[in-house]
């Protein structure tokens, strides 16, 4: 039988997960994890988190087939600076951006269409 701390830890993790399918739904949880380990990790380093530069990820947004494209890649232009590749007749975005907690809430609230967005760290703007 498990200990009552891995238990705990547990609890905790599910809770965790919780929260994040409230708040953030459209938002893979294991991008949001990560995004929340390297801006922790980067807070250790500095002791300020103000000083410190968001991280680059290669963020992909799934749509319905729906969306308009054009306000789909003026979303992320807005809000990034950058403008998305577009694939899959207008329905998968992808972008090379800063990102952070705030930027994943904006995506995932937008009414443009949006059914998921996942990514990966790339650690530079010129990615991987």
């Known amino acids: 039988m498990p200990s009552d701390e891995l238990q705990q830890i547990r609890r905790v993790f599910q809770g965790l997960q919780t929260l994040y399918q409230l708040h ?39 749509t319905t087939r729906n969306t308009d494209p054009e306000k789909m890649k003026n979303l992320i232009f807005k809000e990034t600076g950058l403008l998305p590749s577009v694939y899959e007749n207008g329905t998968h975005y992808v972008a090379n951006m800063r990102l952070t907690l705030e930027l994943l809430k904006v995506i995932s609230e937008s009414e443009e269409g949006i059914v998921k967005v996942s990514g990966d760290y790339t650690g530079g703007i010129a990615g991987r």
Do not use: C, G, W
């Not at 949001?32 to 410190?52: F, G, P, Y």
């Open 24 to 62: 953030l739904p459209k938002i893979n949880p294991a991008l949001i994890h990560d995004l929340l380990i390297r801006e922790e990790e980067e807070v250790q380093k500095s002791n300020k988190a103000s000083t410190s530069s968001p991280p680059f990820y290669m963020v992909e947004i799934s």
